[in-house]
């Protein structure tokens, strides 16, 4: 009997290894690690060279600061911007990165499977989804953001942040349906996203950064398990 019970709390305590490895996997910013520290971009360099390598990179002090609502509303698309947020609000919900495949890898019993253009958060295991966020501008107004995961992490324990680079783009229409009351709530302007997250970087590194997370996700779900197991085998005193 007394195995019995041993072997179904081994079983459970390896499903609770398996949370605590995907809970840090998602937590860690393998992006920021691999990115490394990276000079601050000015104004003049960003009317040469590559645009695109210049979003979400750290922004100089001539970097323009979106202060308040009527400056983001005049914002254009082109122009590159920065913020120093006074606080951020988590809404849950994410859009599909531009660089990973809408359809899944097929299996032997089955062919590829769509990935679904928006999803929750907290089923992203592998950092393909964007989140939106709801982003407090210095006159106390709110714009939607999508933004590194250790910079949200930043200005959600309230230190003095300034975030990437960036520009204004098109919000997306699915996100908006499932996040429209909490944007009334905060009268959110949902004309654009400031969105500050390079894509070609990404892109270029995102095998290495799913290997990473895959990793730790195996690790910490091997050690934690483990000593689980041992405290339950301790613990009923079952023998081999």
């Known amino acids: 009997m007394k195995k019995k019970i041993a072997k179904v709390l081994e079983f459970a305590a390896v499903i609770v290894g398996i949370l605590v490895g995907v809970?840090?996997?998602?937590g860690i910013g393998v992006e920021s690690m691999l990115r490394g520290k990276e000079e601050p971009v000015s104004l003049a360099m960003?009317?040469?060279?590559?645009?695109?390598?210049?979003i979400g990179m750290p922004a100089g002090?001539?970097?323009?600061?979106?202060?308040?609502a009527q400056t983001w509303e005049d914002t254009w698309a082109t122009s590159y911007i920065t913020i120093e947020p006074e606080s951020i609000i988590s809404t849950g919900i994410g859009a599909r990165y531009s660089w990973v495949s809408a359809y899944t890898s097929g299996s032997r019993r089955g062919g590829p499977r769509k990935r679904?253009?928006?999803?929750?958060?907290?089923?992203d295991i592998f950092g393909e989804y964007g989140e939106y966020f709801l982003l407090e501008l210095?006159?106390?107004s709110y714009i939607l953001a999508q933004l590194p995961q250790d910079a949200a992490k930043k200005v959600k324990a309230g230190k003095e942040t300034v975030l990437p680079?960036?520009?204004k783009t098109g919000v997306h229409r699915q996100i908006l349906a499932n996040i429209q009351d909490l944007c009334d709530?905060?009268?959110?302007?949902?004309?654009?996203?400031?969105?500050?997250?390079?894509?070609?970087?990404?892109?270029?590194?995102?095998?290495?950064?799913?290997?990473?997370?895959?990793?730790?996700?195996l690790g910490v779900t091997i050690v934690f398990g483990a000593i689980l197991i041992t405290i339950i085998d301790k613990v009923l005193k079952v023998k081999d």
Request: hydrophobic letters at 35%.
């Open 46 to 54: 960003t009317e040469s060279g590559m645009p695109e390598e210049i």
């Open 185 to 217: 709530k905060y009268d959110v302007d949902t004309e654009g996203v400031f969105y500050c997250i390079n894509d070609d970087w990404n892109q270029s590194h995102s095998m290495m950064v799913q290997l990473i997370r895959i990793g730790i996700l």
């Open 61 to 68: 002090s001539d970097i323009p600061r979106i202060e308040d």
């Open 138 to 140: 210095p006159d106390h």
């Open 165 to 167: 680079i960036g520009r």
């Open 23 to 26: 809970f840090v996997a998602k």
């Open 116 to 123: 679904p253009e928006v999803t929750k958060m907290a089923l």
